[in-house]
């Protein structure tokens, strides 16, 4: 393959986005004369750096199977010019609609354009297919959300994040990076200096919008799923804070697919707690399908795995389990079980209940049976680990008896028979507060034998 480790791309504007390039053996720069699909990747994390061994593990994969790989830093990151002035902006998707657009120009390439990323990347992908550039045939979306505000590191179903801080500082310190001389030159100085004089913090731009409002509808794909064109396979870990999306993905886009894996918030081919899963085998399936047009053997439409009886106490490099595999309809029709608590116990709904559509969390407040209050200790959740584990030791969640302690618990009798779980909860409360604002948080959990 040829690797062009580092070239600028100029766009409408003036402003020169820092690029590598990795071409197939036998596709050259200037020559129209071999054409190949083109991935693009587009990060305000450094490709010279930062991002480099993740690139390195798979672009030269996609290369000797026939694609091209493109990897962007934006604006204000690594070697780009400008500044960065917040997350998924629509200058952000003209940028990365732009780049789609230079790529299906190029005469090495055929015209068919796939993007891809994790988090960010995972993002701005599904964003960019939302505008429906049509050189965007296919996405493959990982740990990312089709959701800002709901679903997103900033305001969880409404409720605000502590990690809206953490993430703030952590981009505040990503950004103030300088670019590197041995690429930019003798102006890497001012360039850096233009940056950090113009760097935002980010925080209060997200406290500042704290109801769903058009700021957070922007770049939501829920908001109008008929809009993304692209064919999309989304995939994320239980172990991570974006595990909503895959589902919601093969509810709401047609041709989809869907993976749900034990991992944390990584790429699944190294990604903990075990078993991973060969991302490249995933990923060329899904660009030989949408891109070059091949019929290879199908996929189910949802892959989903399955953990069974996690011991919070042991090693968590590697989770027990099975994976299933369900076509879309098999997932839409599948069993919906409802249970409902009363008096701390968790029973499974008569089909009375259900053909009289009474909803199971209901019953909690029917006239025979208490009502119960409750006000947890601010400590509550600190054994639930952390909302971005990126290792298999102390970022996930442990023994769970001491925030158990500080709330209102209903618990079945032992199961006499599997259950298996794939997809979304639900559940539904009947609530009243003495205070103006609140949280309410709802957790199911399965208790080790």
């Known amino acids: 393959m040829t690797v062009i480790e580092h070239f600028m791309i100029p766009l409408a504007d003036g402003t020169r986005l820092a ?27 450094r490709k010279r750096d930062q991002t480099s061994a993740r690139d390195e593990s798979t672009y030269p994969v996609f290369a000797a199977a026939g694609y091209a790989g493109l990897r962007v830093d934006f604006r204000g990151n690594g070697e780009s010019d400008g500044v960065m002035d917040d997350e998924y902006t629509p200058a952000e998707l003209a940028d990365c609609m732009a780049m789609v657009e230079w790529l299906a120009a190029q005469p090495w390439c055929d015209g068919n354009v796939g993007m891809m990323g994790i988090s960010w990347g995972g993002f701005n992908a599904l964003q960019t297919a939302a505008l429906a550039p049509p050189a965007l045939k296919a996405v493959i979306s990982l740990c990312s959300t089709v959701d800002r505000y709901a679903d997103d590191i900033h305001y969880k179903g409404g409720a605000e994040m502590g990690t809206n801080l953490g993430w703030a500082s952590t981009m505040l310190c990503y950004g103030s990076r300088p670019p590197d001389p041995a690429l930019v030159g003798e102006g890497w100085r001012e360039q850096w200096l233009t940056r950090l004089a113009q760097l935002p913090w980010l925080m209060p731009t997200w406290l500042a919008h704290r109801d769903r409002d058009a700021y957070w509808e922007q770049g939501s794909i829920c908001e109008d799923y008929s809009a993304v064109q692209a064919k999309v396979v989304a995939i994320g870990g239980w172990a991570d804070g974006y595990h909503n999306t895959p589902p919601a993905v093969l509810e709401n886009l047609a041709d989809s697919q869907a993976i749900n894996g034990p991992w944390t918030h990584k790429y699944p081919h190294f990604a903990w707690p075990k078993p991973r899963m060969d991302f490249h085998a995933v990923a060329l399936a899904w660009w030989d399908r949408w891109l070059k047009g091949k019929a290879g053997e199908a996929a189910p439409d949802y892959r989903v795995f399955v953990s069974e009886n996690i011991d919070p106490t042991a090693s968590r490099a590697h989770c027990a389990g099975h994976w299933v ?7 839409r029709t599948a069993e919906r079980q409802q249970w409902r608590a009363k008096d701390g116990v968790l029973l499974l709904s008569s089909a009375t209940d259900q053909e009289t559509g009474q909803a199971a969390g209901h019953h909690t407040t029917a006239s025979s049976e208490a009502v119960q209050s409750l006000h947890s200790p601010l400590d509550h959740g600190t054994r639930a680990g952390e909302y971005f584990p990126l290792a298999p030791g102390g970022d996930l969640p442990g023994n769970q008896a001491h925030d158990l302690s500080g709330a209102l618990v209903s618990t079945s009798a032992p199961l006499t028979q599997p259950l298996c779980l794939a997809g979304r909860s639900t559940v539904r409360l009947r609530v009243a507060s003495n205070q103006a604002q609140g949280r309410v948080i709802a957790r199911l959990h399965d208790v080790l034998p």
């Open 325 to 331: 595999g369900l076509s879309r309809e098999a997932y």
């Open 19 to 45: 690029a590598r390039l990795w071409l197939p053996e036998g596709v050259a720069l200037e020559s129209g004369a071999q054409q190949v699909p083109a991935i693009l990747e587009a990060l305000p994390y």
